[in-house]
Structure formats: C-alpha cells, structure tokens
C-alpha cells in the first residue's frame, strides 16, 4: 500500500469517528497529532483540512448525485469515502482523477459493503465528467 494509500486511509479513519461521534475531524485530528505515539501523515492532514474548508459543497454535491439517498440514512463509510473522492477530485491538483475514483474504490471494496463500490464509482464518476461545470470557491 502507496504512502498516499495509507493516508487516505487514515484521513477516512479520523472522518469516520468524527461522524460518529459527531465532532469536528480537525479537532479529532489536532488532538492525536499532539500524542507523542501516533503518526500522522501530512497528506492526511492536508486531506481533512481541505475537506474541513471545503464541506459545505462536498455534502451539497453528496446530496445531489447520490439518488436515493439520504446523506443521514448513507452509511458513514460510504458518505466519508465520497468526501475524500470529491475533494481530491475538485480541489487536489496532485492527484488525477482516475486515481481519485480508484483510491475511494478499493477502500469501499476493502472496508464497505458489496454494493458500495459501485455506487461509489457511480457519483464520483458522474462528478468527474461534469466537474468543469461545477462552481467551486
């Protein structure tokens, strides 16, 4: 597994706790930052502040594409590994797309249910073919 592999990994580990226990990612972040034993990669950190900046459009277009669903009633997996795709889609210049959607797959097949991946690929490929249309700040 790429370095990159592990912090998103590692960025959906601190997203997935914070929806459950309905906190701030950073503040999740911050504080196991600051404990002497647990590494955090950078890309990580870069990962959650850029979602943090960024998560009032990336729950708008969550809520948009993924028909059928409701972000509430979408499993927290699902809804955090969507957060991650979109904004490596939409605000990361390092990353191509094709790498965005195949990163956000194989942890939907790895760590969701069977359906997942494909749902999952279905809005961040929808998003990827319409992202120069989509009105970012």
């Known amino acids: 597994m790429s370095a990159r592999s592990k912090s998103r990994k590692g960025a959906l580990d601190l997203l997935y706790e914070a929806d459950i226990r309905n906190q701030s990612a950073i503040v999740i972040h911050d504080a196991r930052k600051s404990e002497s034993d647990v590494l955090i ?21 969550i809520s948009t594409y993924a028909e059928g669903w409701d972000m509430d009633r979408m499993p927290a997996v699902d809804r955090n590994i969507l957060r991650i795709g979109i904004y490596e889609l939409l605000w990361s210049t390092e990353v191509p797309d094709s790498v965005a959607i195949n990163e956000a797959l194989e ?10 991946a494909g749902y999952v690929n279905g809005i961040l490929g929808r998003i990827a073919s319409i992202k120069e249309d989509i009105v970012i700040s």
């Open 41 to 61: 990669r950078d890309y990580t950190s870069l990962l959650l502040q850029g979602i943090s900046d960024n998560r009032r459009k990336i729950d708008e277009l």
């Open 107 to 116: 942890l939907a097949k790895t760590l969701s249910t069977d359906e997942s």
